[in-house]
């Protein structure tokens, strides 16, 4: 609007210059266009939207630089453009037309028909006076409505507390009560009431946004158990004590930080499998318990309830077989148990046989790990025969075929025994049957006895690194000294093949010789011999001592028969003839009358003396091949289970049935009596049973 | 008798009958030897290792001088054993011949 004026103005202008004219209302004039642009673009202070640009409308006037240049001045004046300059009327007193000298230069540019009387006008007089009619009534009313409205309010407050509706009714007659007394009276125009409304011009909204990077961030969760806390403490614990450790000994910085590098290299060893080791080794017995599920139920807690209908007998319960690949060649020649770790055994290969003699193992099994052995030790010579020293079990004595004498320490890695007798050390020259640990001498030194087919029986003591033997006693046919042996009349047999100590009395033993004799010998007295007892008519493949009675022994040999003796007297107490040849006889250790025998019938015998005198309790073949003989038997020092080795490298665990193991029956009211004593007595019983018939010579 | 042994332990372990799988697990989760295919012992491997630690967490909650040794998990077709040792998890799945 301004613009297209102004327009209209400049053209209208450019002729005269100057117009002056009093009541003429003033108009915007500004003198050019630029200058308007400007102003319009001042008014912008954004400047994005026009920065320096013009805003050309589409019909803008075109004008040259020349014209644009020249300067037009421009007068404000107060003279209505657009009045008339001259009126002209007519006048009836000159009868002529006249023009006016004064035009009206009033210029009205708005008109709003307002609402709003004078107070003092006639209209509003008027109107005040009939508005006043009306107040007095509404006064009147009002008055005593408010008198009531008063009253009502305060009763309402009293009785509603407060409802908003009935409040706001009481408040609008008072409200306009109050503007009736308070304020004066608007007059309000009734027919012409209108309201207008203007918006202002809204500014569009922009957003400005800026946005750091964010700082780095990570999760870190973690918990408090007890075993933190309990692990932190004891972190805290150990690094107290080190810098204790450090303060007190500054020259022991060295050794510290050796053992920080072998620390070092102990944790360095990552992904190495052998970290999983000891765990690998439970799972292999968790495996194989597993499989062997029932077997291991069975070691457990299985007994035989058929043994009530069987009289007297009883039955052996093959439990775990035992062998080994490496090792199918060879036969069993010695069998001993663990005593400190029950369920560990070790097994002796090797071979009777005098021309299939090679190489030889001394294996420990595990009755938790039936497949695998625990402990293996190959050696060049077969072995014969091996014992565990009593209270260290680590230690093992073997003797070899070929006379040598070792002795393995399991502690040890390493396939080579710690001590081995040598032909300087004094090995024997013919093979070591038997080897037997011995307490320890004045000394301290663990020391073990080997009696061997070159008739010498000898004392071998450990001291430190070396094995110094002593002979003992040399045997003889006649009774001390003795020649050398034939070695093979019959393959497996030979001179001096057994022996074993007295339990109690410790310089008491017996030697069973191949000619059948046994001899009683003390380790004091190296030329004689206590007594010879004729024993047997082959070779004394085993002698035992009874673990209680202090005064009975067993033997057994290859012609078939088992003999027990009682020392003092000269010829056997018992006799039994197995009809096979014997290969070895053991006691058992829970009873004094119960012992075992093992045939090249593959036939297990379990006697009870108590029971059955002449007769076995349990006769049963134990091998699955009628061909294979057993070599070797010894019973489990607390599990009534007994192993029993065979010459086909297989070692089967069995277990007796109860009536194998049987107890003394308690009298009515009276406690068990203790083992030994009870043992000893039914012993003693049976003998005293016998030793009147055996007086009269036969 | 130690790194060999261990080796030669695990393969009868693995020739053992009813075996079905051994998982040796290394202390950062990633499984180190194993006679199943990947993604079983992937499985295997990240499951179990959840389990034997919210084991060990157990009993050591309870006392915190014990520690786990052994876990064991019958279920109806398999016996899963879990040793954790030295970081290391060793994981054997065995079908139990009944």
């Not at chain 1, 946005?211 to 780095?216: F, H």
């Not at chain 1, 001590?419 to 013919?430: F, L, N, P, R, V």
Request: aromatic letters at 8%; charged letters at 25%.
């Amino acid at each position: 609007m301004p613009v297209t004026n102004n327009n209209n103005a400049s053209q209208a202008k450019k002729g005269p210059n100057v117009q002056k004219g009093p009541g003429t209302k003033s108009t915007k004039a500004p003198s050019k266009k630029k200058d308007e642009d400007e102003a319009v673009d001042m008014g912008d202070g954004l400047d994005e939207w026009s920065p320096g640009k013009l805003l050309k409308p589409a019909d803008q006037l075109e004008l040259t630089e020349a014209e644009l240049k020249e300067e037009i001045t421009r007068v404000l004046t107060a003279n209505n453009p657009h009045a008339p300059q001259n009126i002209v009327r007519y006048s009836f007193k000159d009868r002529s037309y006249k023009a006016i000298s004064v035009v009206d230069q009033l210029a009205i540019h708005f008109v709003l028909e307002g609402s709003l009387l004078h107070q003092d006008s006639d209209e509003a007089r008027r109107w005040r006076v009939k508005e006043g009619l009306a107040e007095e009534n509404k006064t009147s009313e009002t008055g005593e409505e408010s008198d009531e409205d008063h009253a009502e309010t305060v009763a309402t407050p009293v009785e509603d507390g407060g409802e908003v509706e009935e409040a706001g009714e009481d408040d609008r007659p008072d409200s306009t009560v109050s503007k009736t007394d308070k304020e004066e009276l608007k007059l309000k125009n009734q027919f012409n009431f209108s309201e207008r409304a203007s918006q202002t011009l809204n500014n569009p909204f922009r957003e400005r946004r800026c946005q750091t990077e964010p700082p780095p961030r990570s999760n870190f969760s973690s918990t408090a158990n007890q075993w933190e806390i309990y692990d932190a403490y004891l972190e805290e614990l150990q690094r107290q004590e080190k810098n204790k450790e450090k303060q007190k000994a500054p020259q022991l910085k060295k050794d510290g930080e050796k053992m920080k590098r072998k620390v070092m290299l102990m944790e360095t060893q990552s992904d190495d499998i052998s970290r999983v080791g000891k765990a690998s080794k439970i799972f292999e017995r968790m495996v194989n318990q597993n499989t062997f599920d029932d077997i291991a139920q069975d070691f457990k807690y299985f007994e035989d309830a058929s043994d009530e209908f069987r009289d007297q007998e009883g039955t052996l319960l093959p439990l775990w077989k035992f062998q080994y690949d490496k090792a199918k060649r060879l036969s069993v020649t010695a069998l001993c148990w663990n005593n400190k770790y029950q369920d560990l055994f070790a097994v002796g290969m090797g071979s009777y046989d005098f021309t299939k003699q090679g190489h030889g193992m001394l294996i420990f099994y595990s009755m938790k790990n039936s497949a695998f052995p625990e402990y293996i030790y190959p050696t060049t010579s077969g072995i014969l025969c091996l014992d565990i020293h009593e209270q260290h079990s680590y230690l093992v004595a073997v003797g070899f075929y070929d006379g040598c004498v070792a002795v393995y320490n399991l502690k040890v890695e390493g396939v080579e025994p710690v001590y081995k007798s040598t032909a300087k050390t004094g090995k024997h020259t013919d093979p070591v049957w038997q080897v037997r640990w011995q307490s320890d001498d004045m000394d301290n030194n663990h020391n073990f006895y080997s009696v061997s087919s070159d008739g010498r029986v000898v004392s071998w003591t450990l001291v430190k690194n070396e094995l110094i033997f002593t002979d003992i006693i040399r045997l003889s046919v006649n009774g001390a000294m003795s020649e050398g042996s034939d070695g093979a009349q019959l393959p497996s047999i030979a001179c001096g093949t057994s022996f074993d100590f007295h339990k109690q009395i410790d310089y008491l033993f017996l030697v069973g010789t191949e000619e059948g004799k046994i001899h009683k010998c003390s380790k004091t007295y190296s030329s004689q011999v206590l007594e010879t007892y004729d024993a047997h008519t082959m070779a004394v493949d085993a002698v035992k001592w009874n673990h209680f009675h202090p005064k009975v022994f067993l033997s057994c040999s290859s012609d078939w028969t088992v003999k027990i003796w009682d020392h003092t007297i000269n010829s056997p107490m018992f006799t039994v003839d197995l009809s096979a040849g014997v290969g070895d006889v053991a006691w058992s250790p829970y009873s004094s009358t119960v012992f075992a025998a093992v045939t090249t019938a593959g036939i297990v015998h379990v006697f009870d003396l108590s029971i059955n005198k002449y007769e076995a309790i349990c006769q049963q073949p134990v091998v699955a091949k009628k061909k294979t003989k057993l070599t070797q038997i010894d019973f489990n020092p607390i599990y009534p289970v007994i192993i029993v080795g065979d010459d086909r490298g297989h070692v089967t665990s069995l277990k007796l049935s109860p009536n194998l193991r049987k107890k003394p029956k308690s009298k009515k009211g009276q406690d068990l009596p203790k083992g030994p004593e009870v043992e000893v007595a039914k012993m003693e019983k049976l003998l005293s049973l016998l030793r009147e018939p055996e007086k009269i010579p036969v | 008798m130690v790194g060999d042994d261990v080796e030669e332990t695990l393969k009868r372990i693995e020739a053992h009958k009813g075996v079905i799988g051994t998982i040796v697990v290394n202390s950062e989760g990633i499984p180190i030897r194993t006679t199943l295919d990947n993604s079983t012992t992937v499985l295997y491997a990240g499951h179990l290792r959840n389990l034997t630690a919210l084991a060990k967490s157990t009993v050591r909650d309870i006392d915190p001088q014990n520690d786990l040794t052994f876990l064991r998990i019958r279920s109806k077709k398999h016996e899963i054993m879990l040793a954790p040792e030295n970081n290391f998890l060793l994981i054997v799945i065995q079908n139990p011949c009944e």
